[in-house]
């Protein structure tokens, strides 16, 4: 078959248009953009009565529910764009033996999570569309944080005991389908400890530690240790656009680190109180700081400036913010006052869903 070479004009094909970009909504917070008027929200504060406090909160992957748990052995989802009085919430029980404390979402599916428990030592999976969890997991310590890899297939926990285990999602031997094992890699030293966007590291603190720990996956070898907190980092969020990373300790201070230089890059000092937890904006223009005082502090991300304070009616051992809308979720417990009211487990949600 003959070949007939190409002409000049053959050869100079016009690269292909790119598409026009989408327009920018105007309440988005594209730098030079309008933010949003925070001070112009109200809290929405939900609360159960209860002896116990509600000790996490967490969207799912579609911001569509909304999981809390912590004053009992109950994880209760809510759709929030519909209902969060407490009889709306969908109830999940026969997992756990003792009062469930922490739950992640997983972050490839909206129906799927996993609860833990720090009493009866099990992390226990569940898939929303089913009463019944998938699978339970007892464990030899006590798990206090869960974290799922970017690609759900791995679970790390750290344990009461500030040491930190995987576990993978798999077949093993004769099984038919695949179920989360335990992992035979040895336990690390940690308090707290999120993988990376790429699933390719583990950031890891410790409480009584002042450095971060930066480490490979699934090799565990210690890439950067650089110095993050006096007296101890107990909170991490990284920035989905993966800039920076924020880190908050005892000493009510957060730190936004460069990812690409492993220095930080800014302060955060408007917290009177030590750091609980970090939550970045599904743009990453905004975080959210939870803490031992009653408020949630919004700053922003690439000044640091304090925006808005959020008045809680509790000290919030977490904050998330939906994964779409500029709308977070805290909880906790109020005080016993000398003559007032029982205290009361409260679930709040800051913002405007679409």
């Known amino acids: 078959m003959s070949h007939t070479p190409a002409t000049k004009e053959e050869d100079e094909i016009p690269p292909p248009q790119r598409p026009p970009s989408p327009p920018v909504h105007t309440t988005f917070s594209a730098r030079g953009l309008h933010p949003p008027n925070f001070p112009a929200f109200k809290p929405r ?79 226990v999976f569940w898939d929303a569309r089913q009463s019944r969890y998938t699978q339970q997991c007892s464990l030899k310590q006590s798990p206090v944080q869960t974290s799922y890899s970017p690609d759900g297939r791995a679970l790390l926990y750290a344990s009461a005991g500030h040491q930190l285990f995987f576990m993978t999602l798999g077949k093993e031997g004769e ?89 930080c890059a800014r302060t955060i000092t408007s917290c009177e109180h030590s750091i609980n937890a970090l939550s970045f904006s599904h743009d990453g223009e905004y975080l959210a700081i939870a803490n031992a005082g009653t408020y949630i502090d919004i700053c922003a991300t690439e000044t640091g400036a304090p925006l808005h304070r959020v008045p809680a009616l509790a000290a919030s051992p977490t904050v998330s913010w939906h994964p779409s809308e500029y709308v977070i979720a805290y909880c906790g417990q109020t005080k016993i006052r000398e003559g007032g009211p029982p205290p009361v487990a409260v679930i709040s949600m800051f913002g405007l869903l679409a």
Request: charged share 20%; proline share 5%.
């Open 175 to 263: 099984e038919t389908k695949e179920q989360w094992h335990l992992s035979n890699r040895d336990a690390q030293i940690g308090s707290t400890a999120i993988f990376n966007h790429v699933g390719d590291g583990v950031i890891v603190t410790h409480h009584s530690e002042h450095t971060l720990r930066v480490m490979d996956y699934p090799s565990l070898t210690i890439r950067e240790s650089p110095a993050a907190h006096v007296g101890g980092c107990v909170a991490l969020a990284l920035d989905p656009r993966g800039r920076y990373l924020a880190s908050g300790g005892y000493d009510s201070i957060v730190n936004m680190f460069d990812l690409n230089d492993w220095i």
């Open 45 to 123: 504060d939900y609360r159960m009565p209860s002896p116990q406090a509600m000790t996490h909160v967490a969207w799912n992957c579609d911001g569509k529910k909304l999981a809390a748990v912590g004053i009992d052995k109950v994880t209760r989802v809510w759709n929030p764009d519909k209902s969060m009085e407490p009889r709306s919430a969908a109830t999940f029980s026969g997992g756990h033996s003792d009062d469930v404390d922490y739950m992640s979402w997983n972050p490839t599916h909206p129906e799927l999570f996993c609860t833990s428990s720090q009493k009866d030592r099990r992390i």
